[in-house]
């Protein structure tokens, strides 16, 4: 069974950085299209960036752009999310999601097989 398990979450200020990271149990990480995902309180989950399981081809959402950078390490299992230029806004739940399957990068949250719990970004103003 494929487990998810993300760290890096905290409390900054506004214009703050962060790197988020998503270590995959499996070794099935290598050939898995990955993505992130957010939620904030009252708000439906919202996709932030995904990345093909080469690492060649990544997408985001237009709120991240030029902001956030995803990548990933398959030696690692690790998948990762830096972030710049932090907004109240991204305030949110962050979490990574692995496709069994295909190539990617997907944004849409349906087509993913595992999920982690999640680890909270707060950014105050």
């Known amino acids: 069974q494929v487990r998810l398990e993300e760290s890096g979450g905290g409390l900054v200020r506004a214009g703050d950085s962060l790197r988020l990271s998503c270590v995959h149990s499996a070794g099935t990480f290598r050939h898995s299209p990955m993505g992130w995902f957010r939620q904030s309180p009252g708000k439906e989950s919202e996709f932030v960036g995904a990345i093909s399981w080469t690492g060649f081809d990544t997408d985001y959402a237009d709120s991240v752009k030029g902001r956030f950078t995803i990548s990933r390490d398959n030696d690692k299992r690790t998948l990762y999310l830096q972030m710049h230029d932090l907004k109240p806004e991204d305030t949110a739940v962050y979490r990574c999601?692995?496709?069994?399957?295909?190539?990617?990068?997907?944004?849409?949250?349906?087509?993913?097989?595992?999920w982690g719990r999640g680890t909270q970004v707060t950014v105050s103003s």
């Open positions: 999601a692995a496709r069994d399957r295909g190539n990617g990068p997907y944004a849409n949250a349906d087509l993913y097989d595992h």
